[in-house]
C-alpha cells in the first residue's frame, strides 16, 4: 500500500512537472477614446494592459474581456482568438460615457456660484459634467442660498436647476419631492427613484437629502485666554504721580457666548446678525515694584467685558465683511496702594470693521474705534481728562464639525488728553495706554 501510495504521488508530481501553458496569441486591444484598463476573465486577475492601445498575449479561444476607464461605463465582452495563425487580431471598443450633464441657466440666478460636492464649478449659467449617480448642488449669490440640495443624474441626462424668481429653488413637481425626500429620509436612504414617472418629471432633479436651512447655526459657547502685555507712558508730564508703567505676562480669561436670534426664530432673513458677550476675569496678578525695586504695595489686575451686535455680511462668495457695534469695559487695574500707578477702568462704546474668507479654516483682520464713557480713577487725578481708543486684529478662525476655535493676535492703544492746574493730584499733557494681546478661543457651536 505504502508504495502504491508512493507510486501514486510520483505520477501525479510527473503529470504537473510536464504541463504545459495554453497556446496564445498576440492580440491588440484599442478604444475610443484610447487609455483604458484592459483585464481577462476577472477584474481581480488584475489588469493585462494599463492603458490602450495595446498588444496583450490572449489565450486561444473565447475568453471574457473586461474594459474600463473613469468616467465611461464598462465594458463586458467575449474576446475570441482563433487557433489558426494569420494576421495579427486587433479589437477595438468604442465606450460610451459614463456622464451626465447639471444646468443652471435661470435669468433670475445670473451670476451666481455653482458648487457641486462642495467644489467650486464657476458662475451661472453653467453646464457642468458630473460623473453618474446623486450630487451636492448649492447654487449662492450675495450670501444668499438660491438652492441647496441633492439631485440625482443618469447616463447621458441633462438634469436642469430651477430657481424661482425670489430665490428659492423650485422643482417641477414640487410636492412629489417632498413625498420623495420625507420618504427617503424615513429610509434613511440616500438613493434616489430611478423608477418610471411621467414624462412631466423625467429631467426633475431626484431629492435624496433634505436641504439644511442657510442659517444652521443658533449659538456658540466657548472660552478665551488673552495673554498680554501693557505699556502706559505720559507725555509731558511736570508733577505728580505720574510714574510709566510696564507689564509683561498678564493673562486674562473666561466664558464668550455667541446667539443668532433670526437663526432660532426659524427666520432667515439677517442671518449673519448675533448677540456677542465675553466676560473675562484676572487669571494673575504681579506685584508692582518702583523703581528703586521697593515693593509700593500694590499687584496687577486685568480685566474685561463686551457685548455687541454683529453682522456678517458676504462681500462675495469668499470674503465676509463683519460689522459690530457695542459697549467695552477694560479694567487695567491693580490691588492695594494706587496712588502712583496708572490705575484705569476704560468705559468705552466700540465700533468695528473686519473682513474674513469663508473655509474650515479662515484668516480675518479687524478694525475698530472706541469713544471713551470714563477712565476710572487715572482720570480723575487731572482736572480734566478725555481719551478715545482703537485696536487692530489679525487671526485664524477654525471649524471642525461643531467644534469652532480662534487665534488672535491684537493691538489696542488708548490716547489720553489731560488738563491740569496747581490743585490737580497729577500733571502731564497726555499719554498713551498700548496693550497687546494673544488670545485663544475655543467653543462648541450648534
Same mark, same amino acid.
Given at each position: 500500500?505504502?508504495?502504491?501510495?508512493?507510486?501514486?504521488?510520483?505520477?501525479?508530481?510527473?503529470?504537473?512537472?510536464?504541463?504545459?501553458?495554453?497556446?496564445?496569441?498576440?492580440?491588440?486591444?484599442?478604444?475610443? #477614446?484610447?487609455?483604458?484598463?484592459?483585464?481577462?476573465?476577472?477584474?481581480?486577475?488584475?489588469?493585462?494592459?494599463?492603458?490602450?492601445?495595446?498588444?496583450?498575449?490572449?489565450?486561444?479561444?473565447?475568453?471574457?474581456?473586461?474594459?474600463?476607464?473613469?468616467?465611461?461605463?464598462?465594458? %463586458? !465582452?467575449?474576446?475570441?482568438?482563433?487557433?489558426?495563425?494569420?494576421? #495579427?487580431?486587433?479589437?477595438?471598443?468604442?465606450?460610451?460615457?459614463?456622464?451626465?450633464? %447639471?444646468?443652471?441657466?435661470?435669468?433670475?440666478?445670473?451670476?451666481?456660484?455653482?458648487?457641486?460636492?462642495?467644489?467650486?464649478?464657476?458662475?451661472?449659467?453653467?453646464?457642468? @459634467?458630473? @460623473?453618474?449617480?446623486?450630487?451636492?448642488?448649492?447654487?449662492?449669490?450675495?450670501?444668499?442660498?438660491?438652492?441647496?440640495?441633492?439631485?440625482?443624474?443618469?447616463?447621458?441626462?441633462?438634469?436642469?436647476?430651477? %430657481?424661482?424668481?425670489?430665490?428659492?429653488?423650485?422643482?417641477?413637481?414640487?410636492?412629489?419631492?417632498?413625498?420623495?425626500?420625507?420618504?427617503?429620509?424615513?429610509?434613511?436612504?440616500?438613493?434616489?427613484?430611478?423608477?418610471?414617472?411621467?414624462? !412631466? @418629471?423625467?429631467?426633475?432633479?431626484?431629492?435624496?437629502?433634505?436641504?439644511?436651512?442657510?442659517?444652521?447655526?443658533?449659538?456658540?459657547?466657548?472660552?478665551?485666554?488673552?495673554?498680554?502685555?501693557?505699556?502706559?507712558?505720559?507725555?509731558?508730564?511736570?508733577?505728580?504721580?505720574?510714574?510709566?508703567?510696564?507689564?509683561?505676562?498678564?493673562?486674562?480669561?473666561? #466664558?464668550?457666548?455667541?446667539?443668532? #436670534?433670526?437663526?432660532?426664530?426659524?427666520?432667515?432673513?439677517?442671518?449673519?446678525?448675533?448677540?456677542?458677550?465675553?466676560?473675562?476675569?484676572?487669571?494673575?496678578?504681579?506685584?508692582?515694584?518702583?523703581?528703586?525695586?521697593?515693593?509700593?504695595?500694590?499687584?496687577?489686575?486685568?480685566?474685561?467685558?463686551?457685548?455687541?451686535?454683529?453682522?456678517?455680511?458676504?462681500?462675495?462668495?469668499?470674503?465676509?465683511?463683519?460689522?459690530?457695534?457695542?459697549?467695552?469695559?477694560?479694567?487695567?487695574?491693580?490691588?492695594?496702594?494706587?496712588?502712583?500707578?496708572?490705575?484705569?477702568?476704560?468705559?468705552?462704546?466700540?465700533?468695528?470693521?473686519?473682513?474674513?474668507?469663508?473655509?474650515?479654516?479662515?484668516?480675518?483682520?479687524?478694525?475698530?474705534?472706541?469713544?471713551?464713557?470714563?477712565?476710572?480713577?487715572?482720570?480723575?487725578?487731572?482736572?480734566?481728562?478725555?481719551?478715545?481708543?482703537?485696536?487692530?486684529?489679525?487671526?485664524?478662525?477654525?471649524?471642525?464639525?461643531?467644534?469652532?476655535?480662534?487665534?488672535?493676535?491684537?493691538?489696542?492703544?488708548?490716547?489720553?488728553?489731560?488738563?491740569? @492746574?496747581?490743585?490737580?493730584?497729577?500733571?502731564?499733557?497726555?499719554?498713551?495706554?498700548?496693550?497687546?494681546?494673544?488670545?485663544?478661543?475655543?467653543?462648541?457651536?450648534?
Amino acid at each position: 500500500m505504502r508504495l502504491a501510495a508512493i507510486a501514486c504521488a510520483l505520477a501525479v508530481v510527473g503529470s504537473r512537472g510536464s504541463a504545459t501553458a495554453a497556446p496564445t496569441r498576440k492580440v491588440t486591444i484599442e478604444t475610443d #477614446p484610447p487609455g483604458a484598463a484592459v483585464y481577462l476573465n476577472d477584474v481581480d486577475s488584475g489588469a493585462v494592459c494599463d492603458a490602450t492601445p495595446c498588444t496583450i498575449d490572449a489565450p486561444i479561444g473565447q475568453t471574457p474581456i473586461i474594459v474600463r476607464m473613469d468616467r465611461f461605463e464598462p465594458i %463586458i !465582452d467575449s474576446l475570441d482568438v482563433p487557433k489558426k495563425k494569420g494576421k #495579427p487580431q486587433v479589437v477595438k471598443f468604442k465606450l460610451k460615457t459614463a456622464i451626465g450633464t %447639471i444646468v443652471v441657466d435661470a435669468a433670475s440666478a445670473k451670476g451666481a456660484t455653482v458648487k457641486i460636492d462642495e467644489q467650486d464649478k464657476g458662475k451661472v449659467p453653467a453646464h457642468i @459634467d458630473v @460623473d453618474s449617480g446623486a450630487h451636492h448642488v448649492v447654487v449662492a449669490q450675495g450670501g444668499k442660498t438660491l438652492f441647496d440640495d441633492y439631485v440625482n443624474v443618469d447616463t447621458g441626462e441633462e438634469v436642469p436647476i430651477a %430657481i424661482k424668481g425670489g430665490g428659492g429653488a423650485a422643482s417641477k413637481d414640487k410636492d412629489k419631492d417632498k413625498d420623495k425626500s420625507d420618504e427617503l429620509a424615513d429610509r434613511g436612504d440616500d438613493k434616489s427613484d430611478d423608477g418610471g414617472g411621467d414624462g !412631466d @418629471d423625467k429631467h426633475t432633479p431626484a431629492v435624496t437629502k433634505r436641504a439644511q436651512p442657510s442659517s444652521a447655526k443658533m449659538a456658540s459657547v466657548g472660552l478665551v485666554i488673552d495673554l498680554g502685555t501693557r505699556h502706559f507712558v505720559y507725555q509731558n508730564a511736570t508733577g505728580g504721580p505720574t510714574a510709566n508703567e510696564d507689564e509683561s505676562g498678564q493673562s486674562q480669561g473666561g #466664558p464668550a457666548i455667541e446667539v443668532w #436670534p433670526t437663526a432660532i426664530a426659524g427666520v432667515d432673513a439677517l442671518r449673519g446678525l448675533s448677540l456677542f458677550a465675553r466676560l473675562e476675569f484676572p487669571v494673575n496678578h504681579q506685584q508692582v515694584i518702583d523703581r528703586t525695586n521697593m515693593m509700593v504695595g500694590t499687584a496687577t489686575s486685568w480685566s474685561s467685558l463686551e457685548i455687541s451686535v454683529r453682522d456678517r455680511i458676504a462681500a462675495s462668495d469668499a470674503v465676509l465683511v463683519d460689522l459690530s457695534a457695542g459697549f467695552v469695559r477694560d479694567q487695567l487695574s491693580f490691588t492695594g496702594n494706587v496712588g502712583k500707578v496708572p490705575n484705569a477702568d476704560y468705559k468705552a462704546v466700540r465700533a468695528g470693521v473686519g473682513a474674513s474668507l469663508t473655509g474650515t479654516v479662515a484668516p480675518y483682520l479687524a478694525l475698530e474705534g472706541r469713544y471713551v464713557l470714563s477712565g476710572g480713577d487715572l482720570a480723575s487725578r487731572f482736572t480734566s481728562a478725555s481719551a478715545y481708543g482703537v485696536r487692530g486684529a489679525i487671526g485664524l478662525a477654525m471649524k471642525l464639525g461643531p467644534l469652532v476655535g480662534r487665534i488672535e493676535g491684537s493691538a489696542l492703544q488708548y490716547f489720553w488728553t489731560f488738563k491740569y @492746574d496747581a490743585t490737580s493730584i497729577s500733571m502731564a499733557a497726555g499719554a498713551t495706554d498700548r496693550v497687546l494681546l494673544g488670545s485663544v478661543q475655543l467653543g462648541y457651536a450648534f
